[in-house]
């Protein structure tokens, strides 16, 4: 068993590139299914989520081959199932996301109830609905979903109850097919999306309004394979920025685009932190303390709940108190145990976290609870006093590339360590 070894108190500070976004290119992969053919995504991140997803696709039928640094070439031409396997589809739940695809392409599909972290139910209630209005039959049983299309899809008007970034995902790539327009209301505006529906439009799909409430898909009868860069990864940006809250040099994120963390770059600010925004750059730094700051996670543009345990982190070592609140997964609070193993005063009531800062974290052993609050606890080691060894790391590595790597590349003292199973005799 692998575990993550900080030892705190050493700085840490410099440059560090990030990959394209985990949570566009697992969509981008399953959009593929919808042009037979061959496709090429760059600025793909080499990522456990990827290779399970690679493996779906493979399972369908696919052709799966690594073109160099970060490329992927996909060849579709001869996918010949709509079922995907249990196994797979339980490890992340973004695997849920070639439902769409299979529809458009086959007019059935066979998907197993989708698994990845534990921070909710993540329900997938709004695509079996968000679908049903496009023509879709659902029947669900032994753990799997049957999707069915009797009479096609045809486009139509669809308002979701929340701004899902799964359902609007889902819809988009299942309509860009079907017989006349549909129109999704309160679609998500992620950026992600916007990466998306740039892909669709280059194979020949007609997408509009992306990155605004209302997006409009005109039907298209086929669709050609494309190349494509997969947007810079805006979490995993957020990510270091926010350990720079920590320390006490300068860290420069390249390789996003800083407007896709407006707000929390503006919380940050507001925290006290120093934020210099450039071109496909940001440079974050701290020179006093950390000033309280109260969050609540929304849809983009709002705050990320990707970004709320890493915020959460930093802030609790803030001069004073404040509340964070979870308004997207109800179970995203798990990290504050860990953190308080730490030293960290954090009192959860609902979806609100009550956090008063303290002086410091102590070095402790402490499991990753899922994949943003695994890199928050090893953000948190970086400054603790001691050693803190963070177990579970399977879960960081599902969106983080090479993350011990470019910690240590910025001086932190970081080091992946094989150790014994402790369930074992």
């Known amino acids: 068993m692998e575990v993550i070894q900080v030892e705190g108190g050493r700085p840490f500070g410099g440059e560090v590139t990030v990959e394209g976004a985990k949570n566009s290119a697992l969509k981008l992969m399953a959009a593929t299914i919808l042009a037979p053919g061959v496709s090429r995504l760059t600025n793909v991140p080499n990522i456990s989520d990827v290779h399970v997803m690679g493996k779906v696709l493979k399972y369908l039928g696919a052709k799966v081959e690594v073109k160099g640094l970060h490329e992927l070439e996909i060849d579709t031409s001869d996918i010949d199932r709509f079922e995907t396997p249990y196994h797979l589809v339980a490890k992340m739940r973004a695997s849920t996301a070639v439902l769409g695809p299979l529809l458009s392409r086959f007019g059935e599909a066979i998907v197993a109830m989708p698994g990845g972290c534990n921070i909710g139910a993540r329900k997938i209630d709004m695509h079996i609905l968000g679908l049903e209005a496009l023509g879709v039959a659902f029947e669900v049983n032994h753990g799997n979903i049957h999707a069915t299309t009797p009479k096609g899809l045809t486009g139509t008007t669809v308002t979701l109850d929340f701004a899902s970034v799964g359902a609007t995902e889902n819809l988009m790539m299942a309509s860009v097919r079907a017989k006349g327009t549909t129109t999704i209301d309160n679609a998500a505006r992620e950026p992600e999306i916007v990466d998306l529906a740039n892909f669709l439009n280059e194979m020949g ?66 925290m006290g932190l120093k934020v210099e925004r450039g071109n496909g750059e940001c440079t974050v730094s701290r020179e006093g303390a950390i000033r309280p700051v109260d969050i609540q996670t929304l849809p983009f543009p709002g705050f990320p709940t990707d970004m709320q345990a890493q915020t959460m982190a930093l802030l609790a070592l803030c001069e004073g108190s404040c509340i964070v609140t979870e308004n997207v997964f109800e179970n995203r609070f798990m990290l504050a145990s860990e953190l308080q193993r730490m030293g960290a005063d954090i009192r959860i009531e609902g979806h609100h976290a009550i956090v008063h800062g303290v002086d410091g974290y102590s070095g402790a052993q402490v499991k990753s609870p899922d994949l943003r609050g695994g890199a928050a606890l090893v953000m948190a080691g970086l400054v603790a006093d001691g050693t803190t060894t963070v177990s579970d790391i399977y879960h960081i590595d599902r969106g983080y590339e090479c993350f011990v790597e470019k910690l240590q590349g910025l001086g932190a003292a970081v080091s992946r360590v094989e150790v014994p199973d402790q369930d074992t005799l």
């Open 205 to 270: 799909a007609k997408v509009s309004g992306a990155g605004s409430p209302v997006i409009e898909i005109e039907g298209v009868s086929e669709l050609h394979p494309a190349e494509h860069k997969v947007v810079g990864d805006r979490i995993e940006a957020g990510t270091f920025l926010a350990m720079a809250g920590l320390g006490k040099t300068p860290v420069t994120v390249k390789g996003f685009e800083p407007r896709h963390l407006g707000l929390v770059l503006k919380k940050y600010e507001l």
